[in-house]
Each structure stands twice: as C-alpha cells, then as structure tokens.
C-alpha cells in the first residue's frame, strides 16, 4: 500500500533531518520514486497524520485501565470545647477505595479505542494516498509541459523558415507582404505560447517543491521522465475493484467508524448496570480503653435516570445507523469513481494512440510538402500556415492524452490502495 511502512518509518526521522534536507540546493525529480521518497520523509502533511495516528494508538493502551483509586481520611466524633470550638477528634478512618465499571465496560471502552485507532490509521494511509497522488499528477503536469515547450520550439524553427521563404518571396515579386506579415504574427503568438509555457513551469516547480517542502525557487531537473503504463492485462475492472475494495482507505476508514459507533451503543446499552466501589478502611480510635478496628465499603450507583440513558442509547443508535450508511456510500462511490477513471484511462490511450501513429505523421507529412511547395511557388503561405496549425492541434491532443493517463492512473492507484 503505496509502501506505507516504508513511508511511516521515513515519518519518524528526526525533525533536523527533514529540515536540512528540505534547503538542500541540488535539483530533485529525476524520477516520480525521487519525489515520492522526499515527500515520505519531508510532507509536514503526512508528518501531522502519522502523529494523530500515533496518539490513537497510545490511547488504546490505557482505554480499560481502572480509574485510579481514592484515599479518604476522616475525623469523627469531634467534642466541642466550654467556647463551642472543636477541640478532640475521637476516631480517624483511613479508607481506601477503588471503582471498578459495570460487567464488561472496561472491554467495550477498549474496543472502541481499538476501532478510533484503525480509523485514524486509515486516515493517514488516505493523507499518504493523496499526497502520492498529488507528487504523482504534479510531476506528469512538469512533464507536460516541458514537452509542450520542446514541440512550440519546433513550431517556430518552422516559423521561422517560412518567414525566410516569405521575405525571398517578396522580394522575388513572386508573393505579397502580407504573407511574410501573417508567417511574422503567427512566429510572434508561438513565442507568447512559449513564454507562458515558462511561467507555468515554475508554478508546477513550486507546487512539486512545497509537496516535498522545499523552497518553491528550490532547482527541480529540467528533462523529467514520464511513468510507464501498465499493460491492458493489469487494468481490468474486476481485479482492481476486488483490490480496491480490500485496501482502499477510506472505505477502511469508514469500516472502522462503524465498528467504534457499534461499540458506543453497546457501551451506552450497558449504562442500566451500576458501577460499583469498593473500599477498605482502618479505624483508629483516640478513647481511653477503645480498640482500633476495620471496616469495609461496598457503593453503587442506582441507575434511576432512565430518560437520560434512553436519550444516550438512541444517540448511539442513530450514530451507527448513520456510520452504516456513509460506509455503503463510501463503497458505491468507490465503485463508480473507480470505473469511471479506468474508462478514461482508456479513452486517453486511444486517442494518444491514434494521434501518434495516423495523425501526427500525415500532420508532418502535410506540414513538409507545404513547405517545400510553398518554396518553389507552388502553394500560398496560408496553405503552410494551415498545416502548422492541424499539426499544433494534434501535438496538443496527445500531450494532454499522455497527462490525462498520468492522471488517471494516480487515481486508480489511490483507490486501490497501492501501485499497478
């Protein structure tokens, strides 16, 4: 499950280790395990949830535990002086006493301890599962738009020739200005493409370098590598609906709730048996000729108030009720939004695939013969101007194919509970 020990264990470093490494100057994210690896040890998010869950787990180990015991002196028969003061105490009582909860409190309370605490660890395994998810979408969004720049570069080298083409034209007496004029405007929007490309580069920067909290100026590499994809066998509905179904966090977490909510009606069932306190004392006599004695205590609670145990047991009731019906939405959301990202996993890789093996090489193809017929006079500046636009078109479309699958298989790895 996205190697959550691993990721936990990382969590437990000593807080100087994360700090001095969060400064470091050297560029990250050669790889998304690079990025995942800060993020395990570096996220102040998953540090925050790992302490939750620590302190949900340390309060199970004291959930059954006895209340403490109590000591109690007491001064008795005390005579009055000739001026009415209290003068003489004629008997001390040492009592010690201890409350001890009605049949089987001590294991429900515990129960639900142990039900908080399974619920808290599957809050942090969802902390941990979108926080991967978010390292993984950031860094196919770098991706994206690195290649984005390296195809809008392309696009004004071919600009640029046709501007070339255009001017010789023009001077020939064989085109007018205003084609080497519109070849010059559309050269002109490309760069405003790419000088946008740049900025949006080092927002994605910052957003991948606040995930492993790191200065958002801090270097990340300039050439990141895209994810493989797993083969058509390993995306097949049923199989990842079974795993998804098994590991996935929330619907662990929503498991969890229900079972500290069952605890609660049970423990608020059990209010109607009394509590009792036992106790033991030494009696110390202060008389002439008395002897010191013992006595013993035996207290319990009348349960009478049976409004208010009423009113707690339907509290509780509506509380499980309730957990039960968030679990059987958690599983049919799990369900559609899990199909769903598979459909458009596979939407995504049809279109990339029939972009890059029909589209892209006749948009290339026509994009080179308006060129060279544009050279020898054959075609009008328009002609070429439209074939960079249809291969612009179809560059687009298969970087936000590649990224839309990027996307989407993070999602599917974060229902899951683990990678594919």
């Excluded at 925050?48 to 340390?58: E, H, I, P, S, T």
């Excluded at 070849?183 to 927002?203: D, I, M, P, Q, T």
């Excluded at 048996?273 to 205590?297: C, I, K, Q, S, T």
């Excluded at 509780?316 to 049919?332: D, G, P």
Aim: proline residues 4%; neutral net charge; hydrophobic residues 40%.
């Amino acid at each position: 499950m996205f190697k959550l020990l691993l990721l936990i264990c990382a969590l437990l470093l000593p807080a100087p280790s994360r700090a001095a490494e969060s400064h470091a100057s050297h560029p990250v994210g050669a790889s998304v395990e690079e990025l995942l690896a800060l993020a395990s040890r570096m996220n102040p998010e998953l540090a925050a949830a790992a302490l939750d869950n620590a302190a949900a787990q340390a309060r199970v180990e004291g959930a059954d535990t006895l209340p403490d015991p109590k000591f109690q002196v007491t001064f008795d028969e005390i005579s009055k002086n000739d001026a009415g003061w209290p003068s003489r105490t004629g008997t001390y009582k040492y009592t010690l006493s201890q409350e001890i909860p009605g049949w089987g409190k001590r294991q429900t309370r515990r129960e639900i301890a142990e039900a908080g605490s399974r619920e808290a660890a599957g809050v942090l395994e969802e902390r941990v599962a979108e926080v991967v998810m978010r390292v993984k979408t950031t860094y196919a969004d770098y991706h994206r738009v690195h290649l984005s720049m390296d195809q809008t570069r392309e696009l004004i080298q071919v600009m640029r020739a046709l501007v070339e083409f255009a001017r010789v034209r023009y001077a020939q007496g064989m085109g007018g200005q205003a084609e080497a004029t519109s070849a010059e405007a559309e050269r002109g929007a490309l760069a405003v493409e790419l000088s946008r490309l740049e900025k949006e580069r080092h927002r994605i920067r910052a957003r991948m370098n606040t995930l492993v909290n790191r200065p958002p100026d801090a270097p990340v590499v300039e050439h990141p590598r895209l994810r493989p994809l797993p083969g058509d066998g390993v995306l097949n509905s049923e199989k990842l609906l079974e795993r998804a179904l098994v590991n996935n966090p929330g619907l662990k977490s929503s498991q969890a709730r229900l079972e500290g909510a069952d605890g609660e009606k049970r423990l608020a069932d059990k209010t109607w048996l009394p509590d009792l306190e036992l106790g033991f004392g030494v009696v110390n006599r202060r008389e002439e000729g008395a002897r010191d004695g013992f006595e013993a205590m035996v207290n319990f609670n009348l349960p009478v108030r049976g409004e208010w145990r009423s009113a707690q047991i339907r509290e509780a009731q509506f509380k499980k009720q309730a957990a039960r019906e968030r679990l059987v939405s958690t599983r049919l959301q799990l369900e559609s939004t899990l199909r769903e990202s598979l459909l458009s996993l596979e939407e995504a890789r049809l279109v990339e695939k029939s972009t890059v093996e029909i589209l892209l090489p006749q948009a290339r193809i026509a994009l080179q013969s308006a060129l060279k017929g544009y050279e020898s006079g054959i075609n009008e500046a328009a002609t070429v101007l439209d074939a960079v636009q249809r291969l612009k078109k179809f560059q687009i479309e298969r970087v936000k194919a590649q990224f839309d699958q990027q996307v989407r298989l993070a999602e599917l790895e974060r229902l899951i509970g683990g990678d594919l």
